[in-house]
């Protein structure tokens, strides 16, 4: 299992974790609503959203009224969102006893468009949007001071809240020689092996951790059975006390989202008709200096061994997050797969601290073939869970839509999650959510074509919030895919916004809200987050940077004269080659893999981002597994990527087709010596037969459209 795959689950498993232990910590539901002044409007007004996309419109109006101030959803005394709502009565306090940094930012970037006027709506005024927003900030810089919830600067991702106190998270795991030092050799060594036994601890990093599992039967009262022996009040005291812990435990990805929220807040409160409002002022101000108390914790979880960011930092212990790695050893988590929700957010963190560029360049990414509707294959970016959070990001802000490379590749994305829907009728986008199983929530729930994982994927439960975000990249489309599955689509509506999802096995709505998607689809379908983010890029001197990233490469002929071309196959079968007016003839069967790279001069290293990678050819045979890959130049300052960068490729048996991929606008892309063309046999020997016509690279001319 990949690190990016085990990141993934583990987020997972942290609101899993978070859910089970929250009721020791909930917030009565009878707490008296928070005051907010609600204005004489009574009309939504998006001046981003064209008056004709009424079904947009109307779903972002229903997403609203989840922060209708009758329903609790804002803790009074800290400003912040809960993580959600569950129906289910008896459950119904988990979701509203803790919260995490990527709903807080959201929720404060929320306010901000409410107080600069871009989302009017009658639960919120923009004068309360801007006490709500004085007193979210306010409570983050206290936070971001207290040693029980931060660290470097850097706050822990979940909070509970605790008679209006907010406490960090419980220990995860468990170093076995805690238990050795505070009991003893022989005592301790006991008392480890009973929490095994009591099924309170599972073995990891071949026993040297135990990572605890608070299930039924978890606590103080079930001292029996195998902990029998220890149930007498001090040393029954002594073991939950090491059991849990409260930690201050550091997420890369959720702190950077909160970062990024923030500078868009600021965007926000920039706009001219408010910037000089000295309350607007002084918010700024307050945003800004939290954002840049956050430096030294980013500076801390970036590698340079690596070149890329830690995913996290257990700053009690001092130890990076990491998770067993299918053989019983504990590896270090890092942010090293670029296609995720953090893509935006990781790029801006670089750009604002002034980090090593190597942070985004290491980070690998896949490209795989889909298969429309109508038969034709075209190419995406695939996510670890093929999900369409992760594909388009929980916001998109990055001027990617000014930028040819990702628009096209975000739109192709948008035009696949579509076509995807629409074929297997489904109300809504594959994407990490509840699944309608239970309790579940899972990220495995996606497109398996778009996805890296082999892990079976989840095609029955659609949810609505990346719709939002698919929104702002084509808007018409999106609103018409509402129009067309209006009737299900709306029948998720309630007086507290949208449900999460549908689960189409059962027919049935799933009963769960997330702060974050119903934020994330508000925030998407008032489509603000580019401009915001512009104007604070423009403040920090940040668009110039920005566009550097971006730069599109040169043009190149892969076929050139002067570049080598290599046959090459893994057990030495038979090759029949020849390179003939330019055109290279590849014949072999292969039992294993094979192909062609594809060298440039010694010492040449090339740029291929933000551009199309053309490839035109004859094959005599179909070809199911191609696969196109990228080597940087031997005396390259970074070390290359851990996950390497690749395009997966079908290629049909024809006299003359092409395959077209535009790779995103990335430094992942320069430095560029070799590009190779494998192709790859599994249980027969498969004949490969084919001519190259033409190989290139053509950069798009323009990096940042006006």
């Known amino acids: 299992m990949s690190i990016v795959e085990k990141s993934d689950r583990l987020y997972s498993l942290l609101i899993a974790l978070t859910l089970c232990l929250s009721a ?102 923009r004068d309360a949007a801007l006490d709500g927003l004085a007193l979210a900030v306010a409570t983050l810089g206290a936070d971001q001071r207290d040693p029980d919830l931060a660290a470097k600067g850097l706050l822990s991702n979940f909070m509970g809240f605790d008679g209006g106190q907010r406490r960090g998270p419980l220990l995860e795991s468990i170093e076995r020689r805690r238990f050795t ?60 006390g090491l059991l849990d812990q409260r930690v201050v435990t550091i997420i890369f990805g959720d702190n950077a989202n909160l970062t990024a929220a923030l500078a868009r807040a600021i965007g926000a409160l920039l706009q001219p008709e408010i910037r000089d409002v000295p309350q607007v002022v002084a918010l700024r101000d307050a945003m800004e200096r939290f954002i840049e108390a956050q430096k030294e914790g980013y500076a801390h979880l970036f590698d340079p061994q690596t070149g890329t960011f830690m995913f996290g930092w257990d700053a009690t212990s001092d130890r990076f997050v990491g998770w067993e790695d299918g053989r019983g050893n504990r590896v270090t988590g890092q942010m090293n797969y670029f296609i995720n929700e953090f893509r935006g957010p990781l790029i801006f963190t670089v750009l604002r601290y002034g980090l090593p560029v190597a942070a985004i360049r290491n980070a690998g990414f896949k490209i795989k073939p889909y298969r429309l509707s109508d038969g034709r294959d075209t190419y995406a970016l695939a996510a670890w869970d093929g999900s369409a959070f992760q594909l388009l990001g ?46 579940e929530y899972t990220g495995l729930i996606g497109i398996g074509d778009l996805a890296v994982t ?64 119903t934020l994330s689809l508000i925030l998407g379908g008032i489509n603000t987050a580019h401009e915001n983010m512009r104007r604070y890029l423009d403040a920090k001197n940040l668009s110039g940077p920005l566009e550097a990233l971006y730069t599109p490469g040169q043009r190149i002929d892969l076929l050139a004269a002067e570049n080598r071309i290599i046959p090459w196959t893994a057990q030495e079968e038979p090759i029949a080659f020849a390179r003939e007016a330019g055109t290279p003839r590849f014949a072999s069967t292969i039992k294993g893999s094979g192909g062609l790279a594809f060298v440039l001069p010694a010492g040449q290293g090339v740029s291929l981002s933000n551009g199309t990678l053309s490839i035109r050819l004859t094959s005599e045979t179909e070809i199911e597994d191609a696969v196109i890959a990228f080597k940087r130049a031997t005396d390259d300052t970074h ?26 606008a990335t430094p992942a892309l320069q430095g560029i010596s070799e590009v190779s063309l494998t192709f790859r046999s599994h249980e027969q020997p498969a004949r490969v037969d084919l001519a190259i016509r033409a190989f290139d690279f053509v950069p798009f001319e323009v990096a940042l459209e006006p």
């Open 181 to 240: 030092d505070t009991f003893g050799e022989r005592d301790g060594q006991a008392i480890w092996q009973a929490l095994l036994e009591k099924g309170w601890l599972h073995e990891e990093d071949n026993g040297r951790n135990g990572r605890i599992l608070r299930r039924e039967g978890y606590g103080a009262l079930h001292f029996d059975g195998a902990l029998e022996p220890y149930a007498d009040p001090a040393r029954q005291a002594a073991i939950m």
């Open 24 to 125: 020791a910590v909930a917030t009565s539901t009878s707490a008296a609503p928070q005051a907010v002044h609600l204005g004489e409007r009574a009309n939504f007004d998006y001046p981003k959203v064209p008056n004709d996309h009424r079904h947009l419109r109307r779903l972002v109006n229903n997403a609203f009224s989840y922060l209708d101030p009758a329903h609790r959803i804002i803790d009074p005394v800290s400003g912040y969102p809960v993580e959600g709502w569950n129906q289910e009565p008896a459950k119904g306090l988990f979701l509203r006893s803790f919260t995490q940094l990527t709903a807080i930012g959201a929720w404060i970037e929320l306010l901000a468009n409410i107080a600069a006027g871009q989302a009017d709506n009658p639960y919120i005024s």
């Open 454 to 517: 082999e892990s079976p994927l989840d095609t029955q439960a659609p949810s609505l919030y990346s719709l939002g975000v698919a929104y702002g990249i084509a808007p018409e489309q999106v609103n018409g895919f509402l129009q067309t599955e209006w009737a299900r689509i709306s029948s998720l509506f309630t007086d507290h916004g949208p449900w999460e999802g549908w689960n189409t096995a059962t027919d049935t709505v799933i009963p769960y809200q997330t702060t974050v998607h």
């Open 394 to 439: 929980l916001s998109l802000f990055m001027q990617e839509l000014r930028n040819p490379a990702w628009r096209s590749a975000l739109e192709t994305l948008v035009d696949i999650e579509l076509d995807f829907s629409t074929r297997h009728k489904l109300p809504g986008l594959l994407s990490e959510a509840y699944s309608g199983r239970g309790t």
């Open 639 to 664: 070390p290359p990527p851990a996950i390497p960068i690749e395009i997966f490729a079908r290629v049909p048996k024809a006299e003359d087709s092409t395959i077209e991929v535009v790779l995103p």
